[in-house]
């Protein structure tokens, strides 16, 4: 009761900051990214944190939610409720995250993931998909992403869903396999305050988030993961005739 009481009391502070933030005296512009990195990016993620016992319901359970979830998304979506929409897509982000991962069966599944979604990203945001959205289809990246408004205008940071995704995935394997789950989420969420700081240095419509969100993951974790590919080694090596 006291996670879903502290998850509640905290969406709907998010929930009023997102409908009076337009409201309030314009910020400068790093003090607004400052205020989104390290306020309204980790209080929007404490929620994933909060929700993180959900993620052992089962697969099936986390794939009706997660239709659920997107079927709400998409009504709140057409009956201009956005914040309502944000928090749905939030969720389903997470809840796909969390399906995924229940098909995984040792965290250098994980690891593998992990290396495989940088250059992924990275071409994507460089020269593929996600260049196009950004650049000649914001309205597309709109729909497909989760935002934290900054005050005093109409802008808002966003973060893309499959960011949001697989640090669900990311976090919820460092519950389940017993991993540094704390320093996992930290080290996460600093690097989508990075990844934004990098897109206003550089004047970006969009900076790919997945590599440094990986390498936070594996920061955190990197002997722990190194740990289990050596067991899975040594059960091969057991197997072997």
Known sequence: ???????????????VWSALATELDPWSLWPSILLVALVLMPATFVLVWLALPLRAVGPVRLGIGAGVLVLAAVVFSLL???IAANFAKLAAATAVGWWFLSFFEAPWWVLLVALLIVPVDLFSVARGPTKEITENQPEVFDALSVFMRIPGTESAAQLGLPDILFFALFLGAAARWGLR???T???MTLSFGG????????EQAGVAA???LSAAFVLANADLLWASIRGRRH?????EP
């Open 1 to 15: 009761m006291g996670r879903l009481a502290a998850l509640l009391a905290l969406a709907a502070a998010l929930t």
């Open 80 to 82: 201009d409720l956005e």
């Open 181 to 183: 789950v704390a320093p």
């Open 185 to 187: 989420w930290v080290l």
């Open 195 to 202: 990844t934004l700081a990098l897109a206003i240095w550089f």
């Open 210 to 212: 997945l590599p440094l």
């Open 235 to 239: 059960v091969d090596a057991d197997l």
